[in-house]
């Protein structure tokens, strides 16, 4: 399950559930049936799915149109796609689900996995369960985070959060430093799975002869992703 996923390849988590379906398809395809749940991004019409195919892997791919939500991409419920929820789960009847970005998602879904009993993996990524900002800094740069061990004079989010961390089979991040990050909120039991990198053959680009010096910034520009002080710093030079 994961907030998009190819051709809507957008975002680095998307990335890595494509990289991981394509190692399970490839290597494992005796082991595991993979279906997809992701959002279809631009739906003509809300609480709404279509069926896909990834024809790479020979996968089905479910794709559905979620309604706004006032609180964007930190909605944590959305109780009036659970009928489309039920219908998928009850059409797929899962051994195992695995929660990547869940974004527009929600945790309804997982209402309906609890229900159930299907066991369920959360891959915990960005912000989203630790931090009333997706990318847990606000506007003004400052972090904010959760504190799970405390919540009582925190937000309703947090709240409503909790139970499903608990009832996870597993919770994994993407680094050690991911980790100790959600550790420091109070989530406990995470295990770490980093991101492998597939080997592409790319040709060796041939460096100029002036004394320039090439700096690469690997993300996009928006606030969170730094851009603002490789600027700042280019700006004192």
């Given at each position: 399950?994961?907030?998009?996923?190819?051709?809507?390849?957008?975002?680095?988590?998307?990335?890595?559930?494509?990289?991981?379906?394509?190692?399970?398809?490839?290597?494992?395809?005796?082991?595991?049936?993979?279906?997809?749940?992701?959002?279809?991004?631009?739906?003509?019409?809300?609480?709404?799915?279509?069926?896909?195919?990834?024809?790479?892997?020979?996968?089905?791919?479910?794709?559905?149109?979620?309604?706004?939500?006032?609180?964007?991409?930190?909605?944590?419920?959305?109780?009036?796609?659970?009928?489309i929820y039920d219908e998928i789960i009850n059409t797929i009847n899962p051994d195992?689900?695995?929660?990547?970005?869940?974004?527009?998602?929600?945790?309804?879904?997982?209402?309906?996995?609890?229900?159930?009993?299907?066991?369920?993996?959360?891959t915990a990524h960005d912000g989203w369960w630790i931090s009333p900002n997706q990318?847990?800094?606000?506007?003004?740069?400052?972090?904010?985070?959760?504190?799970?061990?405390?919540?009582?004079?925190?937000?309703?989010?947090?709240?409503?959060?909790?139970?499903?961390?608990?009832?996870?089979?597993?919770?994994?991040?993407?680094?050690?430093?991911?980790?100790?990050?959600?550790?420091?909120?109070?989530?406990?039991?995470?295990?770490?799975?980093?991101?492998?990198?597939?080997?592409?053959?790319?040709?060796?680009?041939?460096?100029?002869?002036?004394?320039k010096v090439m700096i690469a910034h690997m993300g996009g520009c928006g606030f969170?992703?730094?851009?603002?002080?490789?600027?700042?710093?280019?700006?004192?030079?």
């Amino acid at each position: 399950v994961n907030v998009y996923y190819p051709p809507q390849d957008w975002g680095g988590a998307t990335h890595v559930v494509r990289d991981n379906v394509n190692e399970l398809c490839q290597n494992y395809k005796d082991d595991f049936d993979i279906e997809i749940l992701c959002t279809n991004f631009a739906g003509l019409n809300y609480l709404d799915y279509e069926i896909d195919s990834d024809i790479v892997n020979n996968i089905r791919v479910w794709k559905v149109t979620t309604s706004e939500q006032e609180e964007g991409d930190l909605a944590v419920k959305d109780n009036s796609i659970l009928g489309i929820y039920d219908e998928i789960i009850n059409t797929i009847n899962p051994d195992l689900v695995h929660l990547h970005c869940i974004q527009r998602i929600t945790t309804s879904l997982i209402d309906i996995i609890i229900d159930r009993k299907i066991p369920y993996i959360i891959t915990a990524h960005d912000g989203w369960w630790i931090s009333p900002n997706q990318f847990i800094i606000n506007n003004e740069g400052v972090q904010e985070y959760y504190d799970y061990r405390n919540p009582s004079n925190q937000s309703a989010r947090i709240h409503t959060l909790k139970p499903y961390l608990e009832s996870a089979a597993a919770i994994t991040t993407v680094s050690e430093a991911f980790k100790n990050i959600h550790e420091n909120c109070g989530i406990e039991n995470i295990i770490n799975t980093e991101n492998g990198i597939v080997k592409k053959n790319l040709p060796k680009s041939e460096r100029t002869s002036n004394k320039k010096v090439m700096i690469a910034h690997m993300g996009g520009c928006g606030f969170h992703k730094g851009l603002d002080l490789v600027e700042k710093i280019l700006n004192r030079i």
